[in-house]
């Protein structure tokens, strides 16, 4: 998949094409980016349920023509209870089950306040009428939903919920089969009628704080009542010709930008030689060096994340980049399963937006009365005193999300992301180089053989993987100057769901989807 879709008037991209969809219908219908956004939010929570969901976290970026980029915060902070005391028996916080549910799913909440930015120009029943539809007839399994299922049906087989609601008839199901979700259907359809406060403060809000009271997990109906999303200012980075913008901690959205800012100091004249993945993955390096000392909540950083991007902090770190030897690399990397979505209206508001439940399946635990599934986004904390991540109530865990935009000089706006945990910077830093840097078709940049450093969605090791439509040369080069380089599939889903809208001045949209992926861009 090379060529790049275009279209004039509005266009949805999104890692599974039932959510392009319902976002480009709701555009159809008159509605803006961000309420396509909704809907298709909506309905991917319905048709990769392995992947992300309400019970889960989100982040927005919000472009809207003459006024400064908003960024969303919607990650849910540590539950009342949710105590180091209450883990003493433990040693660690546990990555499945209800005491891995201990943090406010803060997806709903978001949404909400997206909402507040909007237009206003469609009913919420609208929005979700895609997702309820989906929930309550059903939608064929992915196979990405299948083989997760089947990978990790030992550890989540018993967690309260499960079995319930993702193993019909007593198995996983197989690719093809309909998945239908009536609990959720419900749930949806009662936030549509009630509002999507609900969730936080009304009848939703009550059955999910009983069923998670039920199961054990430390998150109560305090926490959701206390919860609303955070609205703000994204980081920026200045680069030559570009002003790019990312999620602030506790994302590392200060890491993606890293990247950008690093390889704009050493990057060589061609793309997809040695050079060009040689010098990006030095650069992630040096910026998760900084990632891994200083990303955490905000309320106890040492200090500010945007002074990290400041022209003399990279100039520094640059000038640390060896550009022919790797930089020993044995560092524990970041897991987590997440959607990236974007969407661009007629009028220019732009949304780049990304969600998740962390882990696929998140926490495992499904509330029966709602339907929902609980991220164990609060996995990512630790019980080690001496950790900058430790847990406390009221404590914004770490989130590899990272909902990327950048405004071009010549008038272009480019909403750009990925799934993949720890590859989320990675592949983003890769599109973006190669859209921005070396004029590749937006579809080429998101197409082209990716690499990774570090854990990410279904891997354990910390090698460079690299797919192996790599050039052979390429390869061979990589391993000479040191890094430990694995091969993986040609298109291989480690690599992410990568996708991108882009507006230019004269209103013209091009979009690409990550052939890795079930995705699809959608267009008129």
């Known amino acids: 998949m090379l060529n790049t879709p275009s279209g004039t008037r509005g266009m949805v991209t999104a890692p599974h094409h039932l959510a392009a969809q319902s976002g480009l219908a709701?555009?159809?219908?008159?509605?803006?980016?961000?309420?396509?956004?909704?809907?298709?939010?909506?309905?991917?929570?319905?048709?990769?349920?392995?992947?992300?969901?309400?019970?889960?976290?989100?982040?927005?970026?919000?472009?809207?023509?003459?006024?400064?980029?908003?960024?969303?915060?919607?990650?849910?902070?540590?539950a009342a209870a949710a105590t180091p005391e209450a883990y003493a028996d433990r040693a660690a916080i546990p990555s499945r089950g209800p005491g891995a549910a201990l943090t406010v799913p803060g997806t709903v909440g978001g949404w909400q306040t997206a909402l507040s930015l909007s237009g206003g120009r469609t009913p919420l029943a609208r929005l979700l009428a895609?997702?309820?539809?989906?929930?309550?007839?059903?939608?064929?399994?992915?196979?990405?939903?299948?083989?997760?299922?089947?990978?990790?049906?030992?550890?989540?087989?018993?967690?309260?919920?499960?079995?319930?609601?993702?193993?019909?008839?007593?198995?996983?199901?197989?690719?093809?089969?309909?998945?239908?979700?009536?609990?959720?259907a419900r749930t949806l359809e009662r936030l549509a009628a009630a509002g999507l406060d609900d969730f936080y403060r009304g009848q939703v809000a009550r059955d999910l704080a009983a069923d998670l009271a039920m199961a054990g997990s430390p998150l109560g109906a305090d926490d959701l009542a206390s919860y609303t999303a955070e609205q703000g200012s994204p980081l920026q980075v200045?680069?030559?010709?570009?002003?790019?913008?990312?999620?602030?901690?506790?994302?590392?959205?200060?890491?993606?930008?890293?990247?950008?800012?690093?390889?704009?100091?050493?990057?060589?004249?061609?793309?997809?030689?040695?050079?060009?993945?040689?010098?990006?993955?030095e650069a992630t390096k040096q910026a998760f060096l900084v990632r891994n000392a200083e990303v955490r909540d905000p309320a106890i950083m040492r200090q500010s994340a945007q002074g990290f991007l400041a022209p003399d902090c990279l100039d520094g770190l640059a000038a640390q980049i060896d550009l022919a030897r790797a930089l020993p690399w044995e560092r524990p990397g970041q897991v987590g399963d997440t959607i990236w979505m974007g969407a661009v209206d007629a009028e220019g508001t732009a949304v780049?937006?990304?969600?998740?439940?962390?882990?696929?399946?998140?926490?495992?635990?499904?509330?029966?009365?709602?339907?929902?599934?609980?991220?164990?986004?609060?996995?990512?904390?630790?019980?080690?005193?001496?950790?900058?991540?430790?847990?406390?109530?009221?404590?914004k865990p770490f989130h590899t999300l990272v909902p990327g935009y950048a405004e071009f000089d010549d008038g272009r706006r480019l909403v750009y992301?990925?799934?993949?945990?720890?590859?989320?910077?990675?592949?983003?830093?890769?599109?973006?180089?190669?859209?921005?840097?070396?004029?590749?078709?937006?579809?080429?940049?998101?197409?082209?053989?990716?690499?990774?450093?570090?854990?990410?969605?279904?891997?354990?090791?910390t090698t460079l993987k690299l797919e192996s439509r790599f050039d052979e040369q390429v390869v061979a080069d990589l391993r000479a100057a040191g890094h430990a380089v694995e091969l993986l599939a040609p298109f291989s889903s480690t690599m992410g769901h990568a996708g991108a809208v882009v507006r230019h001045s004269d209103g013209r949209l091009e979009g690409a989807t990550d052939p890795r992926s079930d995705g699809g861009v959608a267009a008129y």
Not at 36 to 61: C, E, Q, R, S
Not at 244 to 265: C, S
Not at 352 to 381: D, K
């Open 130 to 184: 895609d997702a309820i539809g989906y929930a309550r007839d059903g939608v064929p399994v992915t196979t990405g939903q299948a083989e997760f299922g089947r990978a990790k049906l030992d550890e989540l087989r018993d967690v309260p919920g499960f079995a319930e609601l993702f193993l019909p008839d007593g198995d996983v199901p197989a690719p093809g089969d309909w998945f239908r979700q009536p609990a959720l």
């Open 417 to 461: 992301g990925t799934m993949g945990g720890e590859g989320q910077p990675q592949t983003m830093g890769a599109v973006f180089a190669r859209y921005a840097r070396y004029g590749q078709g937006l579809q080429q940049a998101v197409t082209a053989p990716r690499w990774l450093l570090g854990r990410t969605w279904g891997a354990e090791s």
């Open 238 to 281: 200045r680069l030559d010709g570009v002003t790019a913008y990312n999620m602030t901690p506790p994302t590392q959205g200060l890491a993606q930008l890293m990247i950008l800012g690093l390889f704009d100091r050493v990057r060589p004249e061609t793309a997809d030689d040695f050079a060009f993945v040689h010098r990006l993955v």
């Open 26 to 78: 709701v555009l159809r219908d008159g509605g803006d980016a961000i309420e396509a956004m909704v809907a298709a939010a909506a309905t991917i929570a319905v048709a990769y349920p392995h992947m992300n969901g309400l019970g889960g976290d989100g982040f927005w970026i919000v472009s809207r023509p003459g006024q400064a980029p908003v960024a969303i915060d919607a990650c849910g902070p540590a």
């Open 352 to 395: 780049s937006f990304i969600q998740s439940i962390y882990w696929e399946f998140g926490s495992g635990v499904v509330s029966p009365s709602t339907g929902v599934l609980l991220q164990n986004r609060g996995a990512s904390f630790s019980l080690d005193p001496a950790n900058k991540n430790r847990l406390a109530p009221g404590r």
